[in-house]
Antibody
Framework: EVQLVESGGGLVQPGGSLRLSCAASGFTFTSYWMSWVRQAPGKGLEWVANIKKDGREKNYVDSVKGRFTISRDNAKNSLYLQMDSLRVEDTAVYYC??????WGQGTLVTVSS | EIVLTQSPGTLSLSPGERATLSCRASQSISRNSLAWFQQKPGQTPRLLIYGASSRATGIPDRFSGSGSGTDFTLTISRLEPEDFAVYYCQQYGRAPDTFGQGTKLEIK
């Protein structure tokens, strides 16, 4: 059974940083592209970033380029999202999302003064 | 960026009826890399369909996906009470991945 457990969310002031983590199990982690997807309160889904199976290719939505960094540790079956220079509009539930598999429960990031 | 447009925005149907949801892409989606998700209030989006037509693990066979190129459809053959939710399509064939704006399926 696919299991994804996100952690690292919380309340942070504008301009601050957070690092999200996702622990994966129940599937062959190294066989999947991995993404972060977010959902602001009451809004739809927004893809944030993804990373290739071997970590050598990364893509970002324009609104987070230069501020967020996606990475993975295949030895630990883990995905990460380093979020710097956070803005109020980054407030959302962040989901760990393997391509073509089910998602984790998400972790809430709130950016507010 | 590939823009996905879902229609209708809201679909009002009764249990037992057939639901047809559309997802149209602004450019052809390579390798039919199109997924459908269901989301109920307060819950994580649930993967229903990937690769345009493959059902995810545990998804009932009343859910089916079809289409290719720029036009895709999610069909629910006979609506059950638990099917009323918001549905999103997602393309992952070309970066940046994108989502449609969602279709709300409500009880008539």
């Amino acid at each position: 059974e696919v299991q994804l457990v996100e952690s690292g969310g919380g309340l942070v002031q504008p301009g601050g940083s957070l690092r999200l983590s996702c622990a994966a199990s129940g599937f062959t982690f190294t066989s999947y592209w991995m993404s972060w997807v977010r959902q602001a309160p009451g809004k739809g889904l927004e893809w944030v970033a993804n990373i290739k199976k071997d970590g050598r290719e990364k893509n970002y939505v324009d609104s987070v380029k230069g501020r967020f960094t996606i990475s993975r540790d295949n030895a630990k079956n883990s995905l990460y999202l380093q979020m710097d220079s956070l803005r109020v509009e980054d407030t959302a539930v962040y989901y760990c999302a393997p391509e073509e598999l089910s998602w984790g429960q998400g972790t809430l990031v709130t950016v507010s003064s | 960026e590939i823009v996905l447009t879902q229609s209708p925005g809201t679909l009002s149907l009764s249990p037992g009826e057939r639901a047809t949801l559309s997802c149209r892409a602004s450019q052809s989606i390579s390798r039919n890399s199109l997924a459908w998700f269901q989301q109920k209030p307060g819950q994580t989006p649930r993967l229903l369909i990937y690769g345009a037509s493959s059902r995810a693990t545990g998804i009932p066979d009343r859910f089916s996906g079809s289409g290719s190129g720029t036009d895709f459809t999610l069909t629910i053959s006979r609506l059950e009470p638990e099917d009323f939710a918001v549905y999103y399509c997602q393309q992952y064939g070309r970066a940046p991945d994108t989502f449609g704006q969602g279709t709300k399926l409500e009880i008539k």
